[in-house]
């Protein structure tokens, strides 16, 4: 399973790099909006920053909702850097839009997922990803790991070639979880990576054996 870091933070970025594990980014309007980041020559900067800071698929969100909108402004987010994955809206015009990138070489991201349907249709539009937000559907009283087993299902009978890409995840058990169901890519804020991390055990464990090693210093 691919690690992406779920956010438009350059140090939370860095740092998830820096422990050598990440794959890619992904970031959507809510998330670049937190970094205080305005105006298309700002946001159009802050992808290529993050492109030349992470070697993987970067995924740069349309805010467009009808077809030629979100076509025109993918193909601008496209020619920022070869690693930019245009995410596109689970609607009616981002499908559209998706097949129209797939047939011209652009790399897509269907974010907004909440159903093996929509997943469905993400994949024979030809998505490169398709993003299924457990968190929010664990929130609102669905089982959002129950959707990526459905999904691993299908995309395996099915031979989808898109990847899914978990999203909206709350904790390192989700993480666990995802990896456990069969997802392609987690992405993650930093907080649940590094939460993988701990165990009271490596802690304890650790202690007695740097105590113990003075003893033979
Ligand atoms: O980037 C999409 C997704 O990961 C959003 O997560 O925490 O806003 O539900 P969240």
Redesign the pocket.
């Known amino acids: 399973m691919k690690f992406f870091i779920?956010t438009a933070n350059l140090s939370q970025i860095k740092e998830a790099n820096e422990l050598g594990i990440l794959d890619g980014v992904?970031t959507?309007p809510?998330?670049m909006a937190k970094e205080g980041i305005k105006g298309h020559e700002a946001v159009m900067n802050h992808y290529l920053t993050i492109c030349e800071m992470v070697d993987g698929d970067i995924s740069a969100e349309v805010v467009s909702t009808d077809f030629n909108g979100i076509v025109e402004e993918g193909k601008k987010l496209a020619a920022i850097h070869e690693n930019i994955v245009v995410k596109v809206p689970m609607i009616k015009d981002g499908i559209k839009a998706i097949k129209w990138f797939s047939e011209n070489g652009i790399k897509t991201n269907c974010?907004l997922v909440f159903s093996a349907g929509q997943a469905i249709l993400a994949a024979k539009a030809g998505a490169s990803y398709v993003?299924p937000?457990i968190?929010?559907l664990d929130d609102t009283g669905w089982d959002g790991l129950e959707l990526i087993h459905q999904m691993r299902q299908i995309f395996s009978l099915q031979n989808y070639s898109t990847e899914i890409l978990a999203?909206?995840?709350r904790n390192p058990n989700h993480i666990i979880k995802c990896a456990e169901a069969g997802a392609d890519v987690c992405?993650c804020p930093l907080d649940s990576i590094l939460g993988l991390l701990k165990h009271p055990l490596t802690d304890i464990g650790l202690q007695k054996f740097l105590e113990d090693a003075k003893k033979f210093a």
């Open positions: 779920d992904t959507n809510s998330l974010t993003s937000f968190g929010r999203a909206s995840i992405t």
